[in-house]
C-alpha cells in the first residue's frame, strides 16, 4: 500500500527526528526546543501553520486537492501528536540519551511527534488523492497541566475553516502488549482523574499528652483507611473508580503532636455519574470522620481530565483499517479499560474520535519488561514507519467516506 511504502522510505528521517527529540525533552505546556524541532520539521510542505498563545503548540492544516464523493460535504480530519517528556532520570545507555538533566521522553511522546511528521509527509505526497482537509495537532502539556483544552479555546478544532469531523491518536508503550502489536477497545479506554487535597486541622501539643490535643495523625490516616473501604462498599466492581492516596504528611518530630496533617488523593472513574459521585462521597466521609473527633477539614479538588471514549464507529473503522494494513495478528482487543488518563479525552468530547495503542517493546519479554514512566522504559523505533502509515491510510481513508 502507497501509505505503508512511503513511510518505510522516510523511515531514516523519522527515526532520526525521535532521537533529536529524544535528547532534549522538556515539561508541561512550554516547549520552546521540542516546537522549534517539529517546525523545522515541517518546512517545506504546503501547510497552514500556526503555533499557541497560550502554550507551546503547533498546529498546521493540509488542504486536500481531490474532491468530494458526489452528495458529499468536504471533511476534516484531524491527527494528533503529543510532545512533552516526564520529570523522570534517565537510566537507559542509549546514544541518544537525554541530556536534560533529570527530564526523559519515558511515555513515548518522541515516537508520536516524529510519526505525525512521518504522516504529515505521507500525506503531503498523497494530497491529490485527499477529499478533505487534515488538521495536524501537535500538542504540549498531555502529562500535566494538560495542552489539549487551551488548543482547543484557541481554535484547534476550526482550524481548517470547518469543523473537524474526526479525530485519531494512538499511543506507543514500552510493555505490556507483544512488539508490533496494536491495542484498543470501543467506549471506555481510560479514566477521568481528578486530585483531592485533604487538610485535617486539629490543635498541637506535647506527645505525653494527646488528651490535651486534638490530634490530626490518627484522624488522617484514619480517613485514609476508610477512603479504601467506601471505595469497595459503596461502587459498582462493573463501574470501578480507583482512589488512590500518594501523599500525606504531618508533624516534624515524634513527641509533638502538630496542628494538622495533609493526605493527597488522586481518584479514577470510568463514567460521568461516578466520577460525581466519587467526588461527593469523598468529601462526604472526610468531613464525618472529622466530625466525628471534634476536628475540621479543608477539602480541595483539582478537576482533571475526563474519560477518553473511542466512538463505537470511529474505533471500528482504525481498527479495520488496522488489520487491512498490518494483518488480524496485529490486533488484539483490550478487555477492559486503563485507568490512567489521557487528556486527548477534551477532543473525544467534542468530535467523534479514535485512540489506538501499539507495543514498540524491544523485548520479546514484554511482560517483564521497563513500562512507560520508567527510567529505563525503552521504546524500539523501528516501529515508526507503522505509526506513520496508519495516521495517514486513517485520513486517507476517512475522507473518502
Partial sequence: MRTLELAHSLSDEIIALRRRLHRVPELGNELPITQSLVLDAL?????????????????????GGAEPADGWERQVVLLRGDMDGL?????????????????MHACGHDLHVAGLVGAARILHALRDDLAGDVVLMFQPGEEGPGGAAPMIREGLLEAAGRRVDAAYALHVYSAEFPRGVWFGRPGPLMAAVDEVKVRVVGRGGHGSAPFRTKDPIPVACEMVLALQSMVTRTFDVFDPVVATVGRIAGG?????????????ATLRSLSDDTRLALRERVERLVRGIAAAHGLEVEVDFTIGYPVTVNDPDEYEFARETIVDLFGHDRYATMVEPEMGS????????????????????????WAEAPDNHSPRAEFDDAWLPDAAALLAELALRRLRR
Fill in 252 to 264: 516534624t518530630k515524634e513527641n509533638i503532636i502538630p496542628d494538622d496533617a495533609v493526605f493527597e
Fill in 87 to 103: 520529570p523522570v532520570t534517565e537510566e537507559l545507555d542509549l546514544e541518544y540519551r537525554s541530556t536534560h538533566e533529570g527530564l
Fill in 43 to 63: 518546512d517545506g510542505l504546503d501547510l497552514e501553520v500556526s503555533v499557541g498563545k497560550e502554550v507551546s503548540s503547533v498546529v498546521a492544516v493540509l488542504r
Fill in 342 to 365: 489521557e487528556d486527548f479525552s477534551f477532543v473525544g468530547q467534542e468530535v467523534p474520535s479514535a485512540y489506538v495503542n501499539l507495543s514498540v517493546c524491544p523485548s520479546d519479554d
